[in-house]
């Protein structure tokens, strides 16, 4: 910035180049506008209270960024095709969880969103990590906002890490929330 005096006494004309945009906002109260442009967060949801968790650093961040935030339930196929009494009829079993996900995800929205962010809600079926990354790329979302329950070991191994698989996997930057962690979110 360069100050030179005018013919006018006690004047001056003040010369701004783009380095000086920040200072230029500052001075007339205007927020900094933030280098990441969000419109679309993904935040898999699976009702423990972990990934309810999720949702409530996804709010905020959807607020300051004025993006809409998309949960998304996975209906888990199952792994088996019948047990000891015959056939198990996959279809309406995959049914009745589908309705009831959007269900429990329409009043998640009512309840924690409470219309402070344009929302919608998607539900699908399949292997969890696999649909939550193919979601991502179909928004396409800016960001994934996931929990994670922390396990270590057998169980880890067993079970694998949706988070982990997704963060190795997602076609955008992904939050993970920790089920315990030092809490940043202003009450």
Same mark, same amino acid.
């Not at 996959?90 to 959007?102: D, K, M, Y």
């Not at 344009?118 to 699908?124: F, W």
């Given at each position: 910035m360069k100050a030179k005096p005018t013919n006018h006494?006690?004047?001056v004309v003040l010369e701004l180049n783009r380095r000086d945009e920040a200072l230029l906002a500052a001075a007339s109260g205007?927020? +900094?506008?933030?280098?990441f442009r969000l419109k679309k967060i993904l935040v898999p949801i699976d009702f423990s209270d972990c990934s309810k968790k999720a949702l409530q650093y996804a709010i905020p961040l959807a607020k300051q960024h004025r993006a809409a935030i998309t949960l998304l339930y996975v209906v888990a196929t199952p792994a088996y095709a019948a047990d000891e009494y015959g056939g198990i009829d996959? +279809?309406?079993?995959?049914?009745?969880?589908?309705?009831?996900?959007?269900e429990a995800l329409a009043a998640l929205v009512v309840d924690e969103i409470r219309g402070e962010v344009?929302?919608?809600?998607?539900?699908?079926s399949g292997s969890t990590a696999f649909e939550i990354i193919e979601a991502a790329k179909r928004l396409p979302a800016d960001?994934?906002?996931v929990s994670t329950h922390g396990r270590t070991g057998l169980k880890h191994v067993l079970l694998g890490s949706v988070a982990?698989?997704?963060?190795r996997h997602a076609?955008?930057?992904?939050l993970v929330v920790r089920?315990?962690?030092?809490?940043?979110?202003?009450?």
């Open positions: 006494p006690g004047e205007e927020a +900094t506008p933030s280098p996959h +279809t309406s079993l995959e049914v009745e969880a589908r309705t009831g996900a959007a344009p929302s919608d809600t998607v539900v699908c960001m994934i906002v982990e698989n997704i963060v076609p955008c930057p992904v089920e315990r962690e030092h809490e940043f979110l202003a009450n």
